[in-house]
């Protein structure tokens, strides 16, 4: 698929929805796109490239925007192997052309690619340019947004940020779907341990006349970029998105199920609007880390297993952990029939985190919901309402 961005910037990625798995561990039903674009002047450039298994239709996208000429820059912002695969391919078809990047992803290149590149590497570094003709190439470097070697590219003369994996999202182009629940998802779970470094890309960024915002997945945005952008500076801040309550629960046998789904009733008789309950055995771990960052407070609701913590609630806290959750109040849930250990287990999870409050007295459910738990459920319920 072509189209036009403007009269002379090209998109030409491809849609993938035969992928099941992004990076190999996130469910992608809708599938992803691979973006890619062309830049037609008196020089033309290519921007970055596609994922090996879409590089057929990628070159015949390529062939049906450049016809016979030859691209003389291919600009490459990220050398993950769904923006760079076909490398070696575009170096035999194009045998003039220059790779643009700066050198620390130079220095990466032959880690994925055994090809001579030596002759046609042009480097460059913060706010160098190129020119094309009417069009110049503005660089911004951008590591760890969520590699090292990233950069993000601004076009002057069409006000375009070429953004790599910056506000990207899951789902092919042509997937009917509420874009911040798939770019959060996104977010958190690829970018969300670089917040201070999104942080600085958007301190730069802030500086350049943006009206386009060309992503490397998902849609190209062209209106209302400042929710975009606001979105963008909550999720880096760690800042919660709304004021909710998210639940997440393992369950043996289903008691420690049901008391999370009490406490839910008793939070929404309390007047919280929105309250969120999820199964960590049933539900995608990605949506859940996209949920506890999304709200302000967390309740987690584990059985001691094996004397340690559910395998999955276990991975739920690991993955929190590694994309530096931080700045939420907690509640504690645990069951145990014999030797409850679920509790202190969880809560010495989250002392290892930044800016955590969890709440002082962990609820103990012995095996089946009684009516002193619900007791002390409802103590819970109005700690996590308190201001």
Known sequence: MTKNITDSVYYVGV??????????????????????????????????????????????????????????????????PDHSANLSEVLTKYPDIKLVSNAKLFGMLPNFFEVPVEDRCVVVKEGDTLELGNHTLQFVMAPMVHWPEVMVTYEVADKILFSADGFGKFGALDAEEDWACEARRYYFNIVGKYGMPVQTLLKKTAELDIQTICPLHGPILSENLEYYIGKYKIWSSYEPEDQGVFIAYSSLHGNTGEAAKELARM???????????????????????????RYDRLVVASPTYDGSLMPVMQDFLYHLKIKAYQKRRVGIIENGSWAPMAGKLMKEQFEGMKDIEVLENTVTVRSTLKEEDKKNLEALAKELVRQ
């Open 15 to 80: 849609d993938d929805k035969t992928l099941d798995l992004f990076e190999g561990q996130y469910v992608i039903p809708n599938g992803v796109s691979y973006n890619s674009y062309v830049i037609t002047d008196e020089k033309t450039a290519i921007m970055d490239m596609v994922d090996q298994k879409a590089a057929k239709e990628w070159f015949a996208n390529l062939d049906a925007v450049l016809g016979d000429k030859q691209p003389d820059y291919l600009i490459i912002s990220h050398i993950e």
């Open 267 to 293: 939070l929404e008789s309390k007047g919280v609007e929105k309250v969120v309950v999820s199964d960590l055995a049933r539900e995608d771990m990605a949506e859940c880390i996209e949920d506890a960052f």
